[in-house]
């Protein structure tokens, strides 16, 4: 069997922003492997680097230093083929309210190189595949949580892509869209041998879904395993939380305070 | 250039459909100028403008150009709501062309303020106004490159702001002074030397002045040349401006 390389690989990847007071370093450095196939979950605090990595990887924003190639494409050298071989669904989602289900999944595809007839075969297809079917000719803004969050999967799968990045899918959504979506992401997987990269800050979705989890702080990769070996080298055992382990590594417990202090309201 | 091509057509199309949609809003942009026309307009009749016609071949030509400050700089409006739902990004994450996405918005903005300018000018007739045809069609290429200048500086402005907050108060900044200072609605001739002398300073005057020659049918005058140098110049530095803030990654 031929090796196939790496879906992600990065190398000293830096992102600096320059503010009024000085530069600041977003991501210092990352060295990150995805395998192809993999599900990697990608975890921080707030502010941690997470979505300036993502932001980096799907060439929405130039890393000011280091390589990083992206579904065995150059990021920096050829941009235009990275795009065509990964989809972005980003935390904001990025349908039009005022726009119809059918136009922004047909405009999306012809963005994609796709042309007209096949656009709208395509949009009506994938339409069933994440039951939108009934909503096609609604207007974006009459989609309740769950549906809004499966057209944005949806957009973001019109060119099947090898690498799916998914900024904190499941922020918002009710326990039942949420088991839906999770359930979706491991079928990527399995039925279309996708990669998918996704950022979230319920340690319960990251324990359940990711095969692999990268914690980032300030920057940089603290720690990286599994669920099961994160929790045995920073939570103490393996019946520790992904909570604890989170926190033992982070140093980002719950505000230090007086805690014996009497709340009063 | 075929990618190009097609991709500034699928950005067109999705932009005309959504105009097409809210033609409401698109009668409402016509608001200002038509009652500037309907009760500003009769008051000029019989006053001496000094323009080589009557008062309203010198009036619509004033209310064209208006028409496009005043809808085309704030083009960029929908880019910041844009923004905000997410679509630019989602957009930008696409191998379309990032020319395409600035070219396919133009086209839809010059499609439009030629439409409302042609309701406009019809509209003037009814009122009274009689213009060679190639006179008018003159006017209408000058309220073409005018759209399209105009609202390529504010899509640019719109990329480079985050808010409405930011983005309102400068265009109303440049709007209101550039509408008086280019004798949209009276000819700068009419003014004090001063107020004339500060006039040549914004570009839009030597816009109205040409489309004036060119409603009285005086299309060899120096105005109408040195009015269509002047809108390929601000087309041209705005089409740079626009096509760098596009193009450039993260924007």
Not at chain 1, 121 to 141: H, I, N, P
Not at chain 1, 191 to 202: F, K, S
Not at chain 1, 210 to 236: F, M, N, P, S, Y
Request: charged residues 20%; hydrophobic residues 45%.
């Amino acid at each position: 069997m031929p090796v196939m390389p790496a879906a992600i690989r990065t190398t000293q990847l830096t992102r600096t922003f320059r503010s009024r007071t000085g530069e600041v370093e977003a991501v210092r450095g990352v060295d990150l492997t995805v395998e192809r196939g993999e599900i990697l979950g990608f975890l921080g605090p707030n502010g941690a680097g997470k979505t300036t990595t993502l932001r980096m990887l799907t060439t929405l924003l130039p890393p000011t230093g280091g390589t990083a190639s992206v579904a065995g494409c150059d990021l920096t050298d050829d941009p235009r083929a990275v795009r065509r071989r990964i989809g972005h669904v980003a935390q904001a989602g990025g349908v039009d309210p005022q726009v119809t289900v059918r136009e922004e999944l047909a405009t999306q595809a012809r963005l994609y190189g796709a042309s007209k007839p096949e656009s709208a075969v395509r949009a009506e297809k994938l339409a069933r595949q994440f039951a939108l079917t009934d909503l096609l000719d609604r207007k974006c803004a009459a989609l309740s949580g769950g549906q809004r969050r499966r057209l944005d999967i949806a957009m973001g799968l019109t060119h099947q892509p090898e690498i799916l990045f998914l900024d904190e899918p499941t922020t918002g959504l009710d326990p039942g869209s949420r088991a839906d979506l999770w359930d979706l992401v491991r079928r990527l997987r399995s039925e279309l041998d996708m990669t998918v990269v996704l950022t979230t800050h319920y340690l319960d979705e990251a324990d359940a879904l990711a095969d692999r989890l990268v914690i980032v702080d300030q920057g940089r990769i603290v720690a990286e395993g599994t669920a099961r070996q994160l929790k045995e080298r920073h939570g103490g055992s393996p019946d520790a939380t992904l909570q604890d382990a989170f926190i033992a590594i982070t140093g980002h417990g719950p505000a230090q305070h007086d805690s014996t202090a009497a709340l009063s309201i | 250039m075929t990618q190009l091509l097609t991709d500034t057509g699928v950005i067109f199309g999705r932009y005309l459909r959504m105009t097409l949609r809210s033609r409401f809003a698109l009668l409402f942009g016509l608001l200002q100028p038509m009652l500037f026309l309907v009760f500003f307009g009769p008051l000029l009749q019989d006053i001496p403008l000094n323009g080589g016609g009557d008062s309203w071949q010198t009036l619509v030509p004033g209310l064209m150009v208006q028409l496009g400050l005043f809808t085309s700089t704030f083009a960029g409006f929908t880019v910041i709501m844009e923004k905000q739902y997410g679509v630019i990004e989602r957009m930008r994450v696409t191998p379309v062309s990032r020319l395409a996405l600035l070219l396919g918005r133009l086209l839809r903005d010059i499609v439009q303020l030629l439409t409302q300018s042609v309701l406009l000018v019809l509209v003037a007739v009814a009122f009274g106004l009689r213009a060679p045809l190639l006179g008018v069609l003159i006017g209408f290429a000058f309220v073409g490159v005018l759209a399209l200048a105009l609202a390529a500086l504010s899509y640019a402005l719109a990329m480079w702001v985050g808010t409405p907050q930011e983005f309102a108060p400068v265009v109303n900044s440049v709007n209101l002074p550039a509408t008086l200072l280019s004798g949209v609605l009276l000819p700068m001739t009419l003014a004090p030397g001063w107020l004339d002398a500060i006039s040549h300073f914004v570009p839009f005057r030597y816009l109205v002045d040409a489309v004036r020659r060119a409603f009285v049918g005086d299309y060899l005058a120096p105005e109408v040349a040195l009015g269509a140098g002047v809108a390929v110049l601000l087309a041209v530095v705005s089409l740079t401006v626009g096509t760098r803030v596009f193009q450039r990654a993260g924007a």
